[in-house]
């Protein structure tokens, strides 16, 4: 079964960049679009990246997403770290008709 | 603008019911696959339930199969989910997604408390 491990935390200050990883097990991670959320406490996720690098409307380009098939992982890089960037982040993918979720970052912006 | 707004949840005693439904704007409701995600208190996003847009191809993840039915109304834009046997591990944030392979979007959830 294909699974994705992310780290539970990361963190960076202010104006900095991080990057949060999401690694596949059982399969290629570029086989199938991945996607990123964002979840602030007590809100419901929102799509920061979807098939891989694409942002949606309204996010901002400080967003990025990124695939690298030798460590057969995806990334998602916040630059410009701002307060309201702390949440949660979970990425995603799919096999055949299965939805799979990374295990979620936890993301805090000293 | 899309919305999507679940309801029905609630406080429920092991082995009881609830249906949850989603009413659903701005966009063509009929031509979206739709699904179910639900987050457990302080645990991470698993798809429970999903369903094409004609209703023909459903999905059930193994931890709810043979207990929930979703089902949808593409006349008015809805989306259910006929929930039955309930269990303690059940109790969860359930949030109504529009997509295929990814959520595009999602509602803002609605609580499922399964306790005594």
């Known amino acids: 079964n294909f699974m994705l491990t992310q780290p539970h935390s990361v963190s960076g200050s202010p104006g900095k960049t991080v990057t949060i990883s999401c690694t596949g097990s059982?399969?290629?991670?570029?086989?199938?679009?991945v996607q990123w959320y964002q979840q602030r406490p007590g809100s419901a996720p929102t799509t920061v990246i979807y098939?891989?690098?694409?942002?949606p409307s309204g996010v901002p380009d400080r967003f990025s997403g990124s695939i690298d098939r030798s460590s057969n992982s995806a990334s998602l890089t916040i630059s410009g770290l701002r307060t309201e960037d702390e949440a949660d982040y979970y990425c995603?993918?799919?096999?055949?008709?299965?939805?799979?979720f990374g295990g979620g970052t936890k993301l805090t912006v000293l | 603008e899309v919305q999507l707004v679940e309801s029905g949840g609630g406080l429920v005693k092991p082995g009881g019911s609830l249906r949850l439904s989603c009413a659903t704007s701005?966009?063509?409701?009929?031509?979206?696959?739709m699904n179910w995600v639900r987050q457990a208190p302080g645990k991470g996003l698993e798809r429970v339930s999903s369903?094409?847009?004609?209703?023909?191809?459903?999905f059930y993840a193994d931890s709810v199969k043979g207990r929930f039915t979703i089902s949808r109304d593409n006349a008015r834009g809805s989306l259910y989910l006929q929930m039955n046997s309930l269990r303690v591990d059940d109790t969860a944030v359930y949030y109504c997604?529009?997509?295929?392979?990814?959520?595009?979007?999602w509602g803002q959830g609605t609580l499922v408390t399964v306790s005594s």
């Open positions: 995603q993918s799919y096999d055949i008709n299965t939805w799979m």
């Open positions: 701005g966009f063509m409701f009929r031509s979206f696959n």
């Open positions: 369903i094409s847009n004609s209703g023909s191809d459903i």
């Open positions: 098939e891989n690098n694409q942002r």
């Open positions: 997604a529009k997509g295929r392979v990814a959520a595009a979007s």
């Open positions: 059982g399969g290629s991670i570029a086989s199938n679009y």
